[in-house]
């Protein structure tokens, strides 16, 4: 095969002295660009105003050339903050609630699409593999094919899909069906969200299931895939076990003494369910006295989204939410919840995990969790804590010796909380174990593997479009 050319909304350029970024989806797509070699395009995170963005800036690095574009202000609001976190990000996570349309930011999502493939499509060569990645994206294909490009091109979804009735709230949802079908590959992170693909095909009658994983719709045949992402698993254990010695961590070690320490570290989004998860800590403590003064909750939540108005509401909810809790079953010389409201560097993490008993990822709808998968890799083998997963989160499609809730469930995610604090030390092996050897061997260059053999080996006229 060619290059690979990887496109998505954010483009972590790697920072000077080489600090690894934060975000699964980042390491995830570096480590497949750097064994194959190509471009990774994609927005600056930078306005141009209202001028016309410059030319694309180029920065090559090692095997990696990133291409990325400014967009305007209207861009920005209309397509990043309008149509994709406004629409689609809420409608996939099943928040029919919280979708605001508007034909105006609709209009800017595709207008933005064409324009990424007015600027991609000039580096593409011939016979290099595209890779286009989530919601922000996927009226791209249908854009490069109607500039003549014949490249393969692929298209992962790293969030959840959702059902037909959900999804057909949306009034542009034929137009998103459609530019689905211009990719050759359609991957998600897991049966259900496949499943639910598959069905808002066969409803109004859009498109077949064609078996072996062939799907036929508006005049195109494609695959249709799970693709579980992973994590480096391997190289984060190490990462974690080295990040024990680093300066904060052993500061929050001894801050924390003999208290048993739970962690969750989440975006600030409606979809992780923290609100929800601080509930189920508050009833845990008020129905185990025996807790009081002996258990520390670090919930690490970056701001995120924050010019999208429901985002901006969640920021107050959950500092006001973690400050009553405080008030209430404080004493003067124990903070229950220690609420961190921005980001932390993945060194920091890292060994926070390792000292976390408790790894609470409890969101009410996720497309995996990849931070399930770094608390599992950063646990100590011999004395390893226990992950409380929501059911709702594709990881627990992967994490068999997760202990799983459901976040709407607050007494039942209270009382897991109770029982993983009191699980016995082979118990936690046992599951540890189960979860680890799962996550070595499905880890983020298998995930690679998987959808790209998918990609590259297709063969025969079955994959392209009908005549
Ligand atoms: C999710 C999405 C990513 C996105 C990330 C951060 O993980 O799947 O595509 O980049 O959230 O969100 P942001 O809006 O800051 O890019």
Redesign the pocket.
Known sequence: MGRLVIV???VPVPAKGGIAPA????VALKVALEEQGGVWMGWSGKSSGEHEPRALAQLKQGNITYALTDLTDTDVEEY?HGF??RVLWPICHYRLDLAEYGRKEMAGYFRVNRFFAHRLAPLVKPDDVIWV????LIPLAAELRQMGLKNRIGFFL??PWPPADVLFTMPVHEEIMRGLSHYDVVGFQTDHDLENFAGCLRREGIGDELGAGRYSAYGRIFKGGTYAIGIETAAFAEFAKKASTNKTVKKTRESIGNRSLIIGVD?L?YSKGITQRIDAFERFILANPAQHGHVTYLQITPK??SEVPEYEAMQRMVAEQAGRVNGALGAVDWVPIRYINRSIGRHILAGLYRLGKVGLVTPLRD?MNLVAKEYVAAQNPDDPGVLLLSRFAGAARNLNGALLVNPYDVEGTANAMARALSMPLEERKARWKTMMDHLLEHDVTRWCQDFLDDLTGMTGSAWLEPS
């Open positions: 998505s909304n954010r975000g699964g989806l980042a990043y994709a976190n990645h989530d919601y922000h790293h969030i975006r989004d995120s989204r497309g």
